[in-house]
């Protein structure tokens, strides 16, 4: 975004021609002096980690791993889906509770985990 410009509320396009994409282009809005260019925040906003961005990607990911609550439940998430362990009847809603109130913080924790604790 900083090579192009682009500001909170720009308009952006994309165009392509026959199988080779180009590279977006932003459109300015009128009230570009209204906004200042967005600019990646340099920690993590749920464990303060420091944000990184390989060289070359366009993605920053946050450097806490499953220290991080927001990725410990992700991860998780995928670990209990049809496409991992497939546990049935453990759905993101359930995980991300289980992993707010510190009840689990690694894959095996799903299987320690007892009925009175989760009655709580």
Known sequence: MQETAVAVSDG???QQDDLFAETP???QT????LHKPYRL?????????????EEGE??????GGMLCQAQRAQGLIHFASRKAMDIDGLGEKQIE????QDLVRHFA?????????LQK
């Open 12 to 14: 952006i396009g994309h």
């Open 25 to 27: 282009s932003a459109k």
């Open 30 to 33: 009128e009230s570009v002096p």
């Open 41 to 53: 925040p340099a920690r993590c906003p749920i464990c303060r980690s420091e944000i990184e961005r």
């Open 58 to 63: 366009a993605v920053a990911r946050c450097s």
């Open 97 to 100: 509770q289980l992993v707010a």
């Open 109 to 117: 924790d799903l299987y320690r985990i007892d009925i009175p604790t």
